[in-house]
């Protein structure tokens, strides 16, 4: 899922590794859900801000604030 999410040209692969990462209750998979918030696509950027919703993830506040 990881190099999948910084590696792949495909935009519905991150998302789908997104959706992968929000299934897994772990600090690891936060923080590379996280890191999709400044994807360059924006269905990818949607999906990462509806998981880190999901899991009230405070840490990601400053991506969020940064993207705004």
Request: glycine share 2%.
């Amino acid at each position: 899922l990881e190099e999948t999410l910084a590696e792949s040209r495909s935009a519905d692969a991150r998302v789908a590794a997104i959706w992968a990462l929000s299934q897994i209750d772990d600090a690891k998979a936060r923080a590379l859900t996280r890191t999709s918030l400044a994807d360059a696509g924006p269905v990818v950027r949607q999906a990462a801000l509806a998981s880190v919703a999901f899991w009230r993830d405070q840490a990601a506040t400053t991506g969020l604030l940064r993207e705004l």
